[in-house]
């Protein structure tokens, strides 16, 4: 009988010889597209988000020897199918075949074809406890060197008097260029040590305010394998505690179309590989273990930039008055700002794991060199002001039977504000799924880092409940949806009153096999907002409406060559505006032969909105470790090519090109990114040498 069902299952998953790079591709565009989304914004980097897929694809995790902690990191199961695993490899030994995993409760065969290019059945177990010696000898170099430019003349390059440019914050001193290198030795996830160096647009380089060239350098030293001393990180980290509440590091998902993806699972201390000039630590980082327990000490100081005043009437005490996240340097007033803060964070974190449950408490520092005064306004009176604030927090995760409980509650010194988010995760069997989740966040609750579940950016001033149901009909007919409602009990920037809202998500999916996948989803959101009709001493607030409709299409013509048609729709409607709407409809073509060096991905589309409110965002195909999800908004086209070839066994070049085309604009954009026209290309190439 079981032979019986290997077959089948093995019949079932005969698509996965077509190219395994082409679903790993496709699963990374999913997740950075789910942040796209989420945040709304095309300049994100989202390395860290990826890093652990692209290496897992060429580095297949062994689920015979694979911890809790090492399925967590892929970030593709629930805590429930985690455990599912482990109980059946304690109950029944090693895995003999990868079709074996048809036998667990609560994988359905989409979770196995989710996670399959990523792990590998071997009977010889990988090596728990590595020695830097080991981990020098059998490591690989990997370099990239990537340019980067707009082909068009922005505003801000303009060739003006140096009078000019120095009185002014309208024009760039460096050139349209982006320059990015990355120097890194790895052994597997054991070993790292790199340097990252990145020059935005406008910046200079080896010139004026960037002697040192670059205007943006990174490096970090990584060691993961000690029996005791579990992994220490010297340079840029990132720390990761509980659900977010207290110390989070980079970007996490909330609400996605993965309904049942709602529960943060937290990667302690990994090195810092990205170019996003604010969400890190630098410093150092130690995390010990003995048994079942563990202990994360870190320690950090770094700067950010901050606009500094000054007070006359208290001896001219100096103070910040804003911080800028951007990370630009390119015109007078944002390199005055360049590290005006010294910022130091320290901490530490004690975990008990046993398995199916996890415990947690943490307690960290924040401050900065000099007080942090904003100007006070009604919405954010109960902002962030002062020196430093202390968090504590206390977090836990249990598997109970088919039930995940988890949550953690958090403590801002300063404002002696709380926090708290609690859900559960349940699995009636491998076709249901359901996720529940509710956030408490005072008014006043801050910490420096954070990413708790939320509709709004920030883990602040939020209430929320959140329920969520994944089912899966049949092997090829699944359905994912979610009801979101959410208050926010002081008031919000552009919303001058407590409010509240919802949001409400339908997704069905069509996916008879690996090659084939179509799906319709409907998102509406209801969010607060100030009127635009005001009479300048009272603003009311009205529901802005928003409703997406998207129908996408997935298709394998062959081994080498798949196909992705899209077609998006958005409505906007407001009291006190005309009603909006637009649409983007593209068509993908993705070539990657076998045999051949040579691969391909190309995309035509044509899109109409009222106006930039109506935009829609989109994910695009770029190179490895370059993340583009331009909004499309006006009337017009746009297209890319993206070509990959590789050469020598050991080099991978990338070159790709960007065009859009508006047909109802003579110019784009506004102030120093304005552009005379109506075009607008980019420009990619990217090398990478793995030694």
Do not use: C
């Not at 692209?54 to 297949?60: A, N």
């Amino acid at each position: 009988m079981m032979r019986l069902l290997l077959f089948f299952l093995a019949v079932s998953l005969s698509g996965f010889s077509f190219s395994q790079e082409q679903v790993k591709n496709a699963i990374i565009q999913q997740r950075v597209e789910f942040i796209s989304e989420q945040l709304e914004n095309e300049q994100i980097d989202l390395t860290d988000v990826t890093e652990v897929l692209v290496f897992r694809f060429e580095h297949p995790l062994n689920l015979n020897s694979a911890k809790w902690e090492d399925l967590q990191e892929l970030f593709l199961l629930s805590d429930l199918q985690i455990n599912d695993l482990i109980v059946h490899r304690d109950a029944f030994g090693k895995f003999i075949s990868i079709y074996e995993l048809q036998s667990l409760k609560y994988w359905s065969l989409s979770t196995i074809n989710l996670v399959l290019p990523f792990v590998r059945v071997d009977d010889k177990l990988d090596q728990l406890h590595v020695s830097l010696k080991e981990a020098f000898k059998d490591g690989k170099f990997e370099m990239f060197l990537r340019y980067q430019r707009i082909r068009e003349d922005k505003n801000g390059y303009a060739d003006v008097s140096d009078s000019i440019l120095e009185n002014s914050n309208s024009y760039y001193y460096g050139n349209p260029d982006r320059y990015y290198t990355r120097l890194r030795f790895k052994y597997r996830s054991n070993l790292s040590i790199g340097v990252t160096a990145e020059k935005d647009p406008g910046e200079q380089f080896f010139q004026g305010a960037q002697k040192n060239g670059f205007d943006f350098y990174s490096a970090h030293a990584f060691y993961k394998g000690g029996k005791y001393i579990k992994s220490v990180a010297l340079g840029d980290y990132q720390i990761q505690i509980g659900q977010g509440l207290n110390l989070w590091s980079g970007f996490a998902f909330s609400k996605t179309a993965d309904a049942t993806n709602v529960k943060r699972s937290a990667n302690t201390l990994r090195p810092y590989t990205s170019v996003d000039e604010t969400r890190f630590l630098r410093g150092a980082a130690v995390d010990l273990g003995v048994g079942d327990f563990s202990l994360t000490l870190f320690g950090s100081s770094k700067g950010v930039d901050g606009t500094i005043n000054s007070d006359t009437l208290l001896n001219e005490i100096e103070f910040a008055s804003s911080i800028n996240l951007t990370g630009f340097h390119r015109t007078n007033s944002e390199i005055e700002r360049k590290d005006g803060l010294r910022e130091n964070i320290g901490g530490a974190n004690f975990r008990y794991s046993k398995r199916s449950l996890q415990l947690g408490v943490a307690a960290t520092y924040q401050g900065y060199d000099r007080d942090f005064i904003r100007d006070t306004l009604p919405y954010n009176r109960y902002d962030f002001r002062g020196r430093s604030t202390m968090g504590i927090s206390a977090d836990y995760s249990w598997v109970f039977r088919n039930f995940n409980f988890f949550g953690e509650t958090g403590y801002a010194s300063h404002s002696k504000s709380w926090a708290n988010v609690h859900g559960v995760l349940f699995s009636l069997d491998s076709r249901v799924a359901m996720s529940m989740v509710y956030r408490n966040y005072q008014r006043a609750y801050h910490t420096f880092y954070n990413a708790g579940f939320a509709e709004a950016s920030r883990t602040q001033n939020e209430k929320g409940l959140y329920t969520g149901l994944k089912v899966n009909f049949t092997r090829a007919f699944s359905l994912n949806g979610y009801v979101d409602v959410f208050k926010f009990p002081w008031l919000r920037y552009q919303v001058d009153a407590p409010s509240q809202g919802h949001e409400y998500l339908v997704q069905p999916s069509y996916k008879p096999s690996r090659g084939f996948e179509v799906y319709f989803r409907f998102r509406e959101q209801v969010r607060p907002k100030n009127s635009r009709d005001s009479d300048g001493t009272v603003t009311n607030i009205e529901d802005v409406q928003q409703r997406n409709y998207r129908l996408n299409l997935s298709y394998a013509v062959s081994e080498s060559v798949r196909l992705k048609s899209r077609v998006e729709y958005v409505s906007i409607n407001r009291r006190s505006n005309e009603p909006e709407g637009g649409f983007v409809v593209s068509q993908d073509v993705i070539y990657k032969p076998k045999s051949s060096p040579f691969s391909f991905a190309l995309r035509y589309a044509l899109f109409d909105t009222d106006s930039y409110d109506s935009r829609i965002y989109t994910y695009e195909n770029n190179a490895l470790y370059v993340f583009s999800a331009p909004a499309y908004y006006y009337r017009g086209s746009r297209a890319y090519v993206l070509i990959r070839y590789k050469f020598l066994r050991r080099f991978d070049l990338w070159a790709r090109y960007a065009t859009s085309i508006f047909s109802n604009r003579d110019s784009i954009g506004t102030g120093a990114e304005g552009i005379i026209g109506n075009s607008r290309s980019d420009i990619t190439i990217q090398l990478r040498m793995k030694l």
